[in-house]
């Protein structure tokens, strides 16, 4: 067992091996891979002298499906209005943009009902103190995500040298022009004109074609996203196990299934929200934290902006400050991560994630991103950051107001 690092000394050695490790498992969303790495986990666990399960859920395990079915909507509809069909159109690009819409997380998801289910796993290790009033859940997730060509690496780096958003704090909404195409075919079937029926069909066909791209492409190893996260975590028990926290039980989970759109973390929360008092639960969501500069992000959300509450984001900065942390200020992304499934469940959250200097994550869904390209002076930032986090929580306990609460849903 490796019980004996000081606190703020992570062995990036060891980090890095359990990385490499973690990499090499192909782990799709809800796939047999993905099982692997959730019993690579447990097993892990256990080398530390703690015991962890895997909670079996049901996902469909992609997003690509569903977002694709709503653009194949919009192509129809724009199709349908330069005929001259113009309630279909109206209609069938109405229809496709409900459908993406509904299947952002934390949105109900009403097309996944209708799409075959497979197996997603859920890794919880539970630690500290069993009866503890107040609870700590540290998340990250372990499948990994599919390439595509709308992933490349070098369109952040065009985007950047037009230094268009480069005065903004929120990446562009890159869900936009997806969800675009459905809405301008419904309102070229409303108008009645072929010219925007044309241009709905053009652009739903892109994003149809970007999504088939997706999902014909293979899984990447997902060092960053969300290896890293996954070794904090065991970083985090090894710590926490040598030292316990007072007063404070401690949930250590990794999902399945986020990059279908968190579908393991909403499953927690279907299975384990209600034992989970919002007044003393508080979230520390880990996501992709292997890129140069270290971030607590202030909100998140594909189509309309969830911020985090501001007792959370406190919390996390003045504990940064403590341990002379240095975050990449006022970041929000267009995206989403497990944390939104908390957070829209009114629980005190904060995001620790990362990002480079064009404020994206590093190699992000790309082949290359593998444990050689991962910044451990970072992770080790976050480990450190989510750690002296709970502690701070064991003495001194954030509540979120109930106004706070209200206004993040």
Request: aromatic share 6%; with cysteine; charged share 20%.
């Amino acid at each position: 067992m490796k019980l004996a690092a000081p606190h703020g000394e992570a062995d990036q050695q060891w980090l890095a091996g359990l990385l490499c490790e973690l990499e090499g498992i192909d782990r799709p969303s809800a796939s047999a891979g993905e099982r692997e790495a959730a019993e690579w986990l447990v097993g892990e666990y256990a080398k530390l002298g703690v015991s962890a399960r895997i909670e079996t859920e049901q996902a469909h395990g992609t997003y690509w499906w569903p977002i694709g079915i709503g653009t194949a909507l919009g192509v129809a509809g724009g199709l349908a209005g330069r005929r001259g069909n113009r309630l279909a159109g109206a209609l069938l690009g109405a229809v496709g943009a409900g459908v993406i819409a509904s299947d952002f997380p934390p949105r109900p998801r009403y097309m996944r009902k209708l799409l075959p289910k497979r197996e997603t796993f859920n890794v919880v290790c539970e630690l500290g103190d069993p009866e503890a009033e107040r609870t700590v859940v540290l998340v990250s997730h372990h499948d990994a995500a599919n390439a595509g060509l709308v992933f490349h690496p070098g369109i952040p780096d065009l985007v950047s040298r037009t230094g268009a958003f480069q005065h903004l704090d929120t990446s562009p909404m890159l869900m936009a022009p997806v969800i675009g195409g459905p809405i301008l075919a419904a309102v070229a079937g409303l108008a009645g004109s072929r010219k925007l029926a044309t241009a709905a069909a053009v652009l739903s066909a892109g994003s149809t074609a970007a999504m088939a791209d997706i999902g014909l492409r293979s899984v990447v190893p997902g060092a960053n996203d969300n290896g890293t996260a996954v070794i904090a975590l065991l970083e985090l028990a090894r710590r926490f196990l040598a030292d316990p926290p007072e007063g404070i039980r401690l949930i250590l989970l990794s999902a399945g299934s986020e990059e279908s759109f968190s579908e393991g973390m909403k499953a927690f929360g279907e299975r384990h929200f209600p034992d989970l008092p919002v007044d003393s639960t508080f979230f520390i969501n880990m996501d992709t934290i292997g890129s140069p500069f270290l971030t607590v992000l202030r909100g998140e959300g594909f189509l309309k902006m969830f911020e985090y509450p501001q007792e959370a984001l406190i919390l996390a900065d003045r504990t940064a400050e403590e341990e002379g942390i240095d975050l990449m200020p006022n970041l929000r992304i267009r995206n989403g991560t497990d944390g939104l499934e908390a957070l829209a469940a009114g629980y005190p959250v904060v995001s620790i994630c990362s990002c480079t200097e064009h404020k994206q994550p590093a190699n992000y869904h790309w082949p290359n991103d593998i444990a050689e390209n991962v910044d451990f002076d970072t992770v080790e930032s976050g480990i450190r950051l989510a750690e002296a986090m709970t502690r701070r929580l064991s003495r001194d306990w954030v509540s979120l107001p109930a106004a706070d609460r209200v206004a993040s849903v």
